[in-house]
Nanobody, 121 residues
Framework: QVQLMESGGGTVQAGGSLRLSCAAS??????????MAWYRQRPGTQRDLVAA???????NYQDSVRGRFTISRDNAKNAVDLQMNNLKHEDTAVYYC?????????????WGQGTQVTVSS
């Protein structure tokens, strides 16, 4: 019922910046989107939380990105962004958007297909 469209990934040199965007679209009527988050994963590794934001704007960050990354959302657009500054080579990963979406029939979790972020040394 929901597609999370991710954009903004790419290749950047260490110290550079990227902004990831994720917008939710649905054929059904979304009552609300609760928590939204960005995860990242390298091949053969666990998918780990990078940053999360509640519907009220409360945020959580992985320690390694705190102070460098900023998560934000636009509730009217059902969108969440991740501003990534001072990127490091270790930030290289596939980044996935996650959204907890509420419909009248219930709540469901959706994942984006992932967008590659590559930070060169």
């Amino acid at each position: 019922q929901v597609q999370l469209m991710e954009s903004g990934g790419g290749t950047v040199q260490a110290g550079g910046s990227l902004r990831l965007s994720c917008a939710a679209s649905s054929s059904g009527s979304i009552v609300s989107i609760n928590d939204m988050a960005w995860y990242r994963q390298r091949p053969g590794t666990q998918r780990d939380l990078v940053a999360a934001i509640t519907s009220g704007g409360n945020t959580n960050y992985q320690d390694s990105v705190r102070g460098r990354f900023t998560i934000s959302r636009d509730n009217a657009k059902n969108a969440v962004d991740l501003q990534m500054n001072n990127l490091k080579h270790e930030d290289t990963a596939v980044y996935y958007c996650k959204a907890d979406v509420r419909f009248k029939i219930g709540g469901y979790t959706y994942w984006g297909q992932g967008t590659q972020v590559t930070v060169s040394s």
